[in-house]
């Protein structure tokens, strides 16, 4: 079944150190995203890219950086630039072929640092 | 850049109770409305999305949505709630694609469900 895989699903970092969050998909989307999610804030936007090799900052870009070599794959790292980086981080991706196909989302990876 | 408005960030409900969850959104063209529901540690499954010349929209679970153009509204209903909707709902619109695709949430609601 096509689907979107975060890993890890835990992961424990000490502070002052990088950290980078896998993503992949087989859905065959062009765009991707990367949300930021904390209790009684809903979903931010962090990163998402349209098309391979290129990507644009969402809200709360700084303190993190992506890349997108290819189209399957959009890891996300959290730098230690990054003042509160304990949270739950959801990647998604998309159809960008029909207006209302919805956002498809992994299982995300819940982020300690201590 | 659009919005998102959900009222109330918890709600508690009977089993066997209705329930409403409201959504308003901001949007001067025909928008791409969607709602989610997630359970703990989990990512977003959607639950419904909106068609476009629809104004009644249903979905899996049990849960429905109406569409209203003149209130902005997109509430999600559900006329007998069970023990396994107990979970966090957001509401979402989906910008355009010079906007990138984006979806913007609500806040989220999380729904209660008493026994």
């Known amino acids: 079944d096509g689907g979107i895989t975060q890993s890890p699903k835990y992961l424990f970092r000490k502070e002052g150190q990088n950290v980078t969050l896998s993503c992949e998909q087989n859905l065959n989307h062009d765009a991707m995203y990367w949300y930021r999610q904390d209790p009684g804030q809903g979903l931010r936007l962090i990163y998402y890219?349209?098309?391979?090799?290129?990507?644009q900052k969402g809200d709360i870009a700084e303190g993190y950086s992506v890349s997108r070599e290819k189209k399957e794959s959009f890891p996300l790292t959290v730098t230690s630039a990054q003042k509160n980086p304990t949270a739950f981080y959801l990647c998604?991706?998309?159809?960008?072929?029909?207006?209302?196909?919805?956002?498809?989302f992994g299982n995300g990876t819940r982020l300690t640092v201590t | 850049a659009q919005s998102v408005t959900q009222l109330g960030s918890h709600v508690s409900v009977s089993e066997g109770a209705l329930v409403l969850l409201r959504c308003n959104y901001s949007s001067s063209v025909p928008p791409y409305l969607f709602w989610y529901v997630q359970y703990p540690n989990q990512g977003l499954q959607l639950l419904l999305k909106y068609t476009t010349g629809a104004t009644l929209v249903k979905g899996i679970n049990g849960f429905e949505a109406e569409f209203k153009k003149s209130e902005t509204s997109f509430h999600l209903t559900k006329p007998s709630a069970h023990m396994s909707d107990a979970a966090e709902y957001f509401c979402?619109?989906?910008?355009?694609?010079?906007?990138?695709?984006?979806?913007?949430f609500g806040g989220g609601t999380r729904v209660l469900v008493k026994p």
């Open positions: 890219s349209q098309i391979v090799n290129d990507f």
């Open positions: 979402a619109v989906r910008e355009d694609k010079a906007a990138g695709n984006k979806l913007t």
């Open positions: 998604a991706s998309i159809s960008t072929v029909v207006g209302n196909s919805p956002l498809h």
